[in-house]
């Protein structure tokens, strides 16, 4: 089986700081219904904005009886009772969404944030994201992705691969004068 390595996850605990200050307010509790929860995802999963940025993912909206934890993914979001609310919900779609676009990245980095605060900006309203960017700074949570800079040339790549090649040229020879001089410079 193939492990796969993701970065170490330091952001954890001051994300769910966060999400506690945005679990407080109640009028983006949905309420008890699965259905209404299912309805929401269904909202968010196909905006065309939403679709464009990140692209498609369908996860299958189930109870979460017997957890305490809310859970979220590509293919699926488990939702207990206490974790029907619109900003959860957000929190866990951007798991899903981070897992299918940033797949090696820790689970609430940066990446995590960035689409988490892009999420709340377009359902939640501009109003509550930008509180949530504060409450961000706060707690010192990094959402800012670092951009990867200009991809190289042609020119560069080529010029890369040559340089490879001769040193695997020069580590060869190297190998073979250390075969034939019995190991004496």
């Not at 509790?29 to 679709?51: C, D, H, M």
């Not at 979001?77 to 798991?95: F, M, N, Q, S, Y």
Request: hydrophobic content about 35%; overall charge positive; some cysteine.
């Amino acid at each position: 089986m193939t492990r796969i390595l993701r970065s170490r996850d330091n952001q954890r605990s001051k994300v769910y700081k966060v999400d506690g200050w945005l679990l407080d307010r109640q009028e983006f509790y949905i309420g008890p219904t699965l259905q209404a929860s299912e309805a929401f995802v269904r909202k968010v999963t196909g905006n065309k904005w939403v679709v464009r940025k990140w692209g498609r993912i369908d996860p299958e909206v189930k109870a979460g009886r017997g957890t305490r934890w809310a859970r979220g993914g590509t293919r699926s979001l488990i939702l207990p009772v206490w974790a029907r609310h619109r900003g959860i919900i957000l929190h866990e779609l951007a798991h899903g969404y981070k897992d299918k676009n940033y797949p090696f990245a820790a689970a609430h980095g940066r990446e995590f944030c960035r689409i988490y605060l892009d999420l709340v900006r377009r359902f939640l309203g501009r109003e509550v994201h930008d509180q949530m960017k504060a409450k961000f700074r706060e707690h010192r949570v990094r959402w800012k992705v670092k951009r990867a800079g200009r991809p190289p040339s042609p020119q560069a790549l080529r010029a890369l691969e040559r340089h490879r090649q001769h040193r695997r040229q020069l580590a060869l020879a190297e190998e073979v004068r250390q075969r034939y001089n019995g190991g004496n410079p």
